[in-house]
């Protein structure tokens, strides 16, 4: 029996390229909840933004956010991964050597930039409306690093090079992933969105089959493992499609039709 629900958002409950949610979900998102159900989102995004994004929702659901670094449900948090401090200026060096990269430095209070253009300054700040500090060095950040990404400029011809470069360097420590829209997102191994929500369920005393998730990206892949009641959307990537037990076309047409198949057994 289903008892949480969590979901990603970029690309799947945002269509990639947008930031607005799939029209209706919110709707659906208070029948669950009005049910009993619990939901969290899972995502690469801030705490901050995405509370924000849920903001008439926010005391009622939980965040798996940062790529499972940090859960946070009703202002508490659950659970958090630091990435060691020589090991996350490492690694920022690393991404800011490379003329075609621009950095994102997650921390527990905000995200640091030193944006190279302002379009990604834009990007950060104005559209994605992150809570969002700049930084000079990377001694000024006073913060708990919880993940690093790198926004990779005409991604086709730069991305695979890239990604090969630090997996090379840093592949015992990390995995480095595609986590869309153009982006490179690093994951400490053993973390990832399947641990965190692993200790979700744990602290509530729910199991795995007591969840359904929903992704796209391979930085889902950890959460569609948990559970035989995974589902990537139909325009994932195959490599992401194998780890799910079923495919869909819309979060939310998926979760009203478990809300009528629900309503129907009983």
Same mark, same amino acid.
């Given at each position: 029996m289903i008892k949480l629900i969590a979901s990603d958002l970029d690309g799947t409950l945002i269509p990639e390229g947008t930031q607005e949610i799939e029209p209706g979900f919110f709707e659906v998102l208070s029948e669950l909840l009005d049910q009993g159900y619990q939901f969290y989102v899972a995502t690469g995004r801030q705490y901050a933004n995405v509370r924000r994004l849920f903001s008439d929702y926010?005391?009622?659901?939980?965040?798996? /956010?940062?790529? @499972? +670094?940090? *859960?946070?449900?009703?202002?508490?948090?659950?659970?958090?991964? !630091?990435?060691?401090?020589?090991?996350?200026?490492?690694?920022?060096?690393?991404?800011?050597?490379?003329?075609?990269?621009?950095? /994102?430095?997650? @921390? +527990?209070? *905000?995200?640091?930039?030193?944006?190279?253009?302002?379009?990604? !300054?834009?990007?950060?700040?104005?559209?994605l409306k992150n809570k969002t500090e700049m930084f000079q060095n990377l001694s000024e950040i006073d913060d708990q690093i919880v993940k690093i990404a790198m926004y990779i400029y005409d991604f086709p011809k730069h991305a695979d090079r890239i990604r090969s470069f630090f997996d090379e360097k840093y592949g015992d420590f990390a995995d480095f992933v595609w986590g869309g829209n153009d982006w490179l997102d690093m994951i400490q191994k053993n973390s990832g969105k399947g641990l965190a929500l692993s200790a979700v369920l744990k602290e509530k005393g729910l199991k795995p089959e007591e969840l359904m998730v929903f992704g796209d990206n391979q930085n889902d892949i950890s959460m569609l493992e948990l559970t035989p009641n995974s589902y990537a959307v139909d325009h994932a990537k195959p490599d992401v499609k194998v780890h799910a037990a079923r495919t869909c076309k819309s979060v939310t047409e998926t979760l009203r039709q478990f809300i009528t198949s629900q309503q129907t057994d009983n």
């Open positions: 926010a005391d009622r659901i939980g965040f798996v /956010c940062e790529n @499972g +670094a940090l *859960a946070m449900e009703r202002e508490r948090q659950q659970y958090i991964l !630091e990435v060691p401090r020589e090991k996350a200026i490492a690694i920022a060096e690393d991404i800011m050597s490379f003329p075609e990269t621009d950095i /994102c430095l997650s @921390g +527990a209070k *905000a995200c640091y930039i030193q944006p190279r253009t302002e379009w990604y !300054e834009n990007q950060l700040v104005r559209v």
